[in-house]
């Protein structure tokens, strides 16, 4: 795959999210550590760029940031080998899994998707693509997150619990993986924003993002 991938993220294809695969993460909300991969999905309409500001959602009174590395897919597959999942890889980015925690908390307590808490347009800045070969190990990437200069997340991807190629293989036994699809890794802790706010985050020293938080009507 080449490494002209810069705008996987306008293509449109979807975004496969694992959620707990840090246990910090999971502890702060008190959760279980899921004994296979707790997927979700956000729809492609959720991809915005730099520049574009992070819209929080009508009716929402708690939006967190959750800073990841997202996996690019490369190459088509279903039922990929664990062995071969890295084959399937185009590269990756820095991604925010915003994430509506009111909306999930109702979701939780009902037993209800979580399409709304995940999936609302503006929920997953991206940064740019960043080929496959400039990563020699993606489990050993520094991630960080500010809000407006004060550090709120820093985490290792060394602490996923499913690692990528796992995460791969077992996806792709439910859904079909395509190019421009975009996995979401999972996320070392979370906090909150608010209307006004700036986001900035940083993986290693590949990659930096900064978004603006603007409230449902636009500003
Ligand atoms: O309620 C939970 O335990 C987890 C909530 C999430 O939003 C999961 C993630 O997206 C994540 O762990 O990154
Ligand atoms: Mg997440």
């Not at 609302?120 to 960043?130: E, L, R």
Request: hydrophobic share 40%; aromatic share 8%.
């Amino acid at each position: 795959m080449s490494g002209n991938f810069v705008k996987f993220a306008e293509l449109g294809r979807k975004i496969v999210g694992v959620g707990r695969n840090y246990r910090d993460h999971a502890a702060e909300l008190g959760s279980a550590i899921p004994e296979v991969p707790l997927l979700f999905m956000k729809p492609a309409t959720s991809y915005i760029t730099e520049g574009t500001p992070i819209k929080i959602p009508k009716g929402c009174t708690s939006l967190h940031h959750e800073i990841e590395l997202g996996v690019v897919i490369g190459q088509k597959g279903t039922d990929i080998p664990e062995g071969n999942a890295m084959n399937h890889v185009a590269g990756y980015v820095l991604a925010l899994d915003m994430t509506a925690r009111d909306f999930q908390n109702v979701a939780k307590q009902k037993g209800t998707p979580w399409d709304l808490a995940k999936g609302f347009d503006t929920g997953c800045p991206v940064g740019k693509f960043i080929p496959k070969a400039s990563i020699s190990d993606p489990h050993n990437l520094e991630l960080w997150c500010k809000v407006n200069g004060a550090l709120k997340q820093k985490g290792n991807t060394k602490d996923m619990i499913f690692k990528i190629p796992y995460l791969i293989s077992y996806i792709s036994q439910y859904f079909t993986l395509e190019p421009y699809d975009m996995i979401l890794t999972g996320t070392c802790r979370c906090k909150w924003v608010s209307k006004g706010d700036v986001i900035q985050g940083g993986l290693a020293n590949l990659a930096e993002i900064k978004f603006k938080v603007v409230g449902a009507g636009g500003s």
